[in-house]
Every structure is written in C-alpha cells, then in structure tokens.
C-alpha cells in the first residue's frame, strides 16, 4: 500500500498485520516515536493522521486514510534547507522541558495538534488536552508551560502574518 509520511510517498507492504508504530521504527527508521505501552495509554508513539493525533502503537496499519506527519515531519523546511522548528519544539527545548525525553515526541504531537485546533486555550483546556500523556519523569508543570509558551507564539505568528 501507498502511505505518506512527512510529504514523501512509500510503498509498504500492507502484511503480516502490523500496527503504525512498527512500520515507523522498524521499517523505516524513524524513531523519533516513541514505543512506551504498546497499548493506547501512554501517548508516547503519538503522530498526526490528516492532523490528528493519534496512537501509533494501536493504529493498524491497513486502517490508514491520509497523511501522516511525526516528529521528524514537523519542523518546516524552507526552500534553502533552513529548518524551523514547529513552536511547540522551539518551547520545550527554551524551558528545557524533557528529562530522559522518552515521552517527549508524543507530548509535542499531541500538543501540535491542539494548538492546531485550539490556538488560544486557557490553563484547563492545556491541562485537559495534554491529561493522557504520561510523563514518567514528572514534567507536567514545565510541559503546561511550554504548551501555553506555544501558544502565544502562534498567536504572535498570526498577527505578524495578518
Ligand atoms: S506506546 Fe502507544 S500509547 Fe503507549
Ligand atoms: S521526560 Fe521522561 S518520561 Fe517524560
């Protein structure tokens, strides 16, 4: 089967069975997803499908209808090769956001997303869309603050574009 990721078109083989993850990781090398509970619980292999967030680790592979965008994806590249990372990156690595940073790229997908949908939340809303990512290290606080971070730069962005 046809699948992009990040812009570029592969061709994988739609057996054995397999769950996204595996095909990211294992096949394709991209292992900036995370694999944390392999069950849908812990957000760590989050990615984007058509923009939304979704868990890598119980997305069948068969079952895909659209795009898909990790982490490695999110940055944009200009024309030259610059990379800018997405707000979200840019926030968590200002306040030094991870720790051991295994369930970082997940944090930052699910909170791309958000914005993405919800660009000027309050605290609860942040608590709320960020509440079914586990951080074993314990970084909630900082990674509320980066969200909120991101999106005032968003907001920023937009004005500057207007
Ligand atoms: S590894 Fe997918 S939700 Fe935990
Ligand atoms: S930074 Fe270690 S699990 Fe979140």
Redesign the pocket.
């Known amino acids: 089967m046809k699948l992009t990721i990040n812009g570029d078109e592969y061709d994988i083989a739609e057996s054995p069975p397999r769950p996204l993850l595996w095909v990211l990781r294992d096949e394709l090398g991209l292992t900036g997803t995370k694999f944390g509970c392999g069950a849908g619980f812990c957000g760590a292999c989050t990615v984007h499908i058509n923009g939304e967030a979704v868990r890598s680790c119980v997305t069948p592979l068969t079952t895909i209808n659209g795009e898909v965008r990790t982490i490695e994806g999110l940055p944009t590249v200009a024309d030259d090769g610059m990379i800018t990372l997405h707000p979200v990156q840019q926030a968590f690595l200002e306040d030094q956001v ?7 790229s997940g944090q930052i997908m699910t909170a791309a997303a958000f914005l993405a949908k919800n660009p000027i939340p309050n605290e609860n809303e942040i608590v709320e869309a960020m509440g079914e990512n586990y ?3 314990g ?1 909630y606080f900082r990674i509320k603050g980066a969200v909120a971070k991101a999106a005032e730069q968003l907001a920023t962005q937009e004005e500057t574009a207007v």
């Open positions: 991870p720790q051991c940073s295994w369930c970082m951080c074993r290290c970084c």
